[in-house]
């Protein structure tokens, strides 16, 4: 076995340690790294968590890529997509894509007895994924659409059902303008309620049924003015979405939801820097909590040292005896930083206790994503990266002299 690892564990976890002096040193360093390691985890889960929630919720509404004809432009209207030249077959059979469905959009203008406000009418059709879109539904139903019978049921937001003063059941009047022409009414029914809590979405859409936008436009039954596609993991975005550009032809192009959403995207990437200062900052307490423990070991311990010398043990034995010494006195910090920072974690898995602004954050409920790979990097690297910190301080060892360490005792 090697020497100076038996040596460190036996120091360790000697019953000895108990009634020494520094054990109130060792305390504060242990709970010191339990901190470290609590907050680092807790920030990590809740950054990553916070990232996929939002993408996934904006990618979720407007899917993942979207493809439109390049006449769109950013227009609220949706030109004629040239379908002739999208390879939708190999989209559809692409591994990474989990499903396609077809939209069009048009602008409009909601109108009831005490209000009225601009909206965007999004046009979908009978491949409507509604499974996915069931996770933004906070009341009533998801209408069944079909291509042989147009329907008059719409999905509101919640939040322009509650500026319109409108209700699951309730029925608005929206009217369409067309160039040089009278405005287009159409009396709709409100089917359900949604709310995604993205400001950019809740704030002017509504689901409907594509066959107003294709008689709207005066398409024919077959016209669409873009697809959803959306793909199996949100993470491999950038890796899927040169493919599908390959298959959608010249008169068309295709963006992806970070695009479609820059501002929000551009938000979401702070969270990067917030989270790696936070984990820098918490390393950063580890390393001088630790290194002050081994400094206070070395100076109890100079009797200890001197008789190690005294026997034949090098500098650079006695350097790793401490080392090894001050890791293992890590471990109970580290076991117990990560039990509470899962305990935590999955507590608000659960139970949602903490709640947010959604207005600010864009999302209701604190997002955490718990990854124990990650965990276990994190508690890795701190004791790795402690280990070379501690190597300058330990050089303290090779300044004792023998003679005078057993003096001194």
């Known amino acids: ?198 400001k950019q979405i809740d704030d002017v859409f509504l689901i409907g049924d594509i066959q107003h936008v294709q008689k709207l436009n005066r398409w024919n039954a077959g016209d669409i003015g873009g697809y959803d596609v959306f793909i199996r993991d949100i993470e491999d975005l950038d890796k899927v979405f040169p493919t599908i550009e390959n298959y959608i032809g010249y008169n068309n192009f295709a963006e992806k939801a970070t695009t479609t959403f820059a501002q929000i995207n551009d938000w979401i990437q702070i969270y990067d820097k917030n989270v790696m200062l936070i984990l820098t900052l918490m390393l950063v307490v580890v390393i001088i909590n630790i290194v002050m423990v081994l400094l206070i070991l070395i100076i109890e311990r100079t009797n200890s040292i001197g008789m190690f010398k005294t026997m034949g043990a090098s500098n650079k034995q006695i350097r790793k005896i401490f080392i090894y010494y001050t890791l293992f006195i890590m471990l109970p910090g580290i076991f117990i930083g990560n039990t509470l920072a899962l305990a935590l974690l999955y507590t608000q898995k659960y139970f949602k206790i903490i709640t947010l602004n959604p207005d600010n954050y864009y999302v209701s409920i604190v997002p955490v994503y718990i990854n124990l790979l990650y965990i276990l990097l994190i508690s890795t690297a701190s004791i790795v990266i402690s280990g070379f910190a501690l190597l300058l301080p330990s050089y303290m060892i090779s300044k004792i002299s023998p003679i005078k360490a057993i003096k001194f005792q």
């Open 1 to 198: 076995m090697n020497f100076t690892w038996f040596i460190s564990k036996k120091i360790a976890f000697a019953k000895s340690n108990k009634k020494n002096l520094s054990q109130i040193i060792i305390r504060i360093g242990q709970t010191a790294v339990a901190i470290g390691i609590l907050v680092s985890v807790v920030t990590l889960a809740i950054g990553l968590g916070s990232k996929k929630a939002i993408k996934q919720k904006m990618s979720d509404f407007n899917g993942h890529i979207t493809i439109r004809s390049y006449d769109s432009n950013n227009s609220f209207n949706s030109s004629k997509l040239n379908k002739n030249s999208v390879q939708f077959a190999k989209i559809k059979a692409d591994e990474d894509v989990a499903n396609v469905q077809q939209y069009a959009t048009r602008s409009g203008i909601i109108r009831t007895e005490q209000s009225f406000a601009g909206v965007i009418f999004k046009g979908v059709s009978v491949d409507f994924d509604s499974v996915r879109f069931e996770e933004f539904m906070v009341k009533g139903k998801i209408p069944k659409y079909s291509k042989n019978e147009g329907s008059n049921e719409v999905i509101l937001s919640e939040k322009i059902a509650k500026e319109m003063k409108l209700n699951v059941d309730s029925s608005f009047v929206m009217f369409f303008v067309r160039d040089n022409e009278t405005p287009i009414y159409r009396r709709f029914h409100v089917a359900g309620l949604f709310r995604t809590d993205i």
